[in-house]
């Protein structure tokens, strides 16, 4: 494979998504810690709404149709409620550690995708997905089994493990709204309605940051809607089994964004992990041989 290979184009797009989402992840622990996850989530996805919004109009968007509004909503929804459960479980486990357990996802998104789309579940997404899946176990169970469980661990893997089911759920509608609007439509309304969906708390749980607080806000808000271009035109071009086993080298940039901002270590078991996840993602996108993909 070649960068110039339009195979490998969404796959390039998805890790440049990754990478922009992790680096939000980092800037967005922060502001969770000061603020609070939920304040901290609904000030960025209102202010990526703004970010956005004009540009989709500008470039002559359209309200959709309402079998594409569905799709819209469901998502909406969810990402709100995953997004801040994620979030406040950052607030009580190390960046790295958080994204190796929420890689859950991916393999149950492997045989959602299957369920919701229709789409054939290949041996190779399935042994790629299980590798992943042991290099996570490997990285976590190597630092839990070395720690006592405290009531604030207990509650942050129990945050950590709802976010990752319904991140499985939207990795599965991501391919379907991606098939249906453009990278900036599905920023737009993503940030719109989860903005809308959190604001109903805002009477009871909003709290106003301060300055630092606010422009780790903007700087996430600004990658998020960064990293959702790239993914919505990603899945826009691949099927979701081939681009959901990329999901698994967040960890790698967790690793990286979590030793540069928090000072948190990387262990010789953390490579090790690594290593299997990174052979995961080889084994999911490689090509496939001409008679296979003729079949």
Not at 114 to 140: K, T
Not at 178 to 201: K, W
Not at 233 to 241: D, V
Request: overall charge positive; hydrophobic content about 60%; proline content about 4%.
């Amino acid at each position: 494979m070649s960068a110039s290979d339009p195979s490998i184009k969404p796959i390039l797009a998805a890790l440049a998504g990754i990478a922009l989402y992790s680096a939000m992840d980092a800037v967005m622990k922060s502001a969770s810690i000061a603020i609070g996850a939920y304040s901290a989530y609904l000030l960025r996805c209102a202010i990526g709404f703004a970010i956005i919004a004009p540009i989709w109009w500008w470039r002559g968007g359209k309200l959709p149709v309402r079998a594409v509004w569905r799709v819209h909503l469901v998502r909406g929804v969810v990402v709100a409620f995953m997004g801040w459960t994620f979030f406040a479980s950052l607030v009580h486990l190390p960046l790295a550690e958080a994204i190796a357990i929420s890689f859950v996802a991916p393999l149950i998104a492997l045989y959602l995708s299957a369920i919701l789309l229709g789409e054939q579940i290949e041996r190779r997404a399935v042994v790629a997905a299980l590798l992943g899946l042991a290099g996570v176990i490997v990285i976590v169970g190597d630092r839990l089994g070395r720690q006592t469980m405290t009531d604030d661990a207990a509650k942050g893997l129990a945050l950590i493990g709802i976010s990752a089911i319904l991140y499985a759920w939207n990795l599965v509608l991501q391919r379907q709204q991606a098939l249906v609007a453009g990278p900036a439509e599905v920023s737009t309304f993503q940030n719109g309605i989860v903005t809308l969906v959190l604001l109903a708390g805002a009477p009871f749980l909003l709290e106003w940051p301060e300055t630092r607080a606010w422009l780790e806000i903007g700087a996430g808000a600004l990658l998020a809607v960064g990293a959702a271009l790239f993914f919505a035109w990603a899945y826009a071009r691949a099927q979701a089994q081939q681009l959901v086993p990329i999901e698994y080298t967040g960890f790698l940039w967790a690793s990286l964004f979590g030793w540069l901002y928090f000072g948190e270590g990387v262990s010789g078991t953390t490579i090790i992990g690594a290593l299997l996840i990174v052979a995961g993602c080889w084994i999911a996108t490689r090509r496939r041989r001409p008679e296979q993909t003729a079949l």
